[in-house]
């Protein structure tokens, strides 16, 4: 019999497509490695997403949350002639901002400025839970509702059409106070109160919302922060759940922001106690 040259032998692939075969393999290798270590960059974010994205237990704690606030106003006696305000940070206190970090995690990104600000001006943010209610009715109990968030000023315009898209009161500049220099939220606070307001009530997901000086204490010292004041929240301090991001993460390491993400995985790792046996 003939065997022509070259010729492939019974039962083996031609080695043309064999060689295509297995530069897909390969490349379908590459790609599924590359997916991974995107995947594996914000790996930590993605069961506190998909907790806060899909459990009832999230938007449970939520309206909890704003349920002990209409307790606590109810049970205030207005002061006569005084004017009353109640301070809500926005991100994961009124607006949901899980579809970011689900981004972040998907494609592998880190947080940046550039990416924070254009999910911002999409302007595409849910509420939280019970947060246009309770700012609803706070608004019908004659208390004025104000905004104090770290987002920068650059974006305050379309922030104030997400809160009004959604519904929110007072969604406007006169009562949205973005960063503009600082982190420390005191000073728009204060310009609250000199502007004749009695502030009842703060309402945030991160112990910065209630003390700025906070955000620059280890876990340690916020930790202590909250058994003194434990009998505050509930009443004039609502704290909303966030699981994804806040000082808790930067407070673990200093100058954590300034760590490879290898070396933050590290100090996460290092922040948990585990079993001893
Ligand atoms: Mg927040």
Redesign the pocket.
């Known amino acids: 019999m003939y065997i022509r040259k070259n010729a492939p032998s019974a039962g083996a692939l031609p080695l043309r497509p064999l060689c295509a075969l297995l530069a897909g393999v390969l490349c379908a290798a590459l790609l599924a490695g590359c997916a991974s270590a995107k995947l594996s960059y914000n790996r930590d974010l993605v069961m506190a997403i998909a907790w806060q994205q899909n459990s009832g237990e999230y938007a449970a704690l939520c309206h909890q949350a704003f349920n002990a606030g209409r307790v606590y106003v109810e049970s205030l006696t207005p002061p006569s002639g005084e004017k009353r305000a109640v301070v809500f940070?926005?991100?994961?206190?009124v607006l949901d901002n899980s579809p970011y970090a689900a981004w972040q995690v998907v494609t592998g990104s880190p947080w940046s400025d550039e990416t924070w600000e254009a999910w911002c001006n999409a302007a595409q943010a849910d509420a939280v839970p019970g947060a246009l209610e309770f700012t609803r009715f706070l608004t019908s109990r004659g208390i004025d509702v104000f905004y104090v968030?770290n987002r920068p000023v650059s974006v305050l315009k379309t922030t104030a059409d997400n809160l009004e898209r959604l519904g929110f009161p007072n969604a406007d500049p006169d009562h949205v106070f973005l960063q503009q220099t600082t982190s420390d939220k005191q000073p728009r606070l204060d310009k609250i109160t000199a502007e004749g307001y009695a502030i009842v009530m703060l309402v945030?997901?991160?112990l910065d919302?209630f003390d700025s000086a906070l955000r620059k204490e280890n876990n340690a010292e916020r930790l202590g922060w909250v058994t003194d004041k434990s009998g505050a929240f509930g009443a004039s301090r609502i704290m909303l759940p966030?699981p994804v991001y806040?000082t808790f993460e930067s407070a673990m390491a200093s100058n954590y922001y300034g760590l490879t993400p290898g070396e933050k995985a590290s100090a996460r790792l290092e922040a948990i106690r585990p079993w001893r046996h």
């Open positions: 940070d926005i991100d994961e206190t968030s945030g997901d991160n919302d966030n806040g």
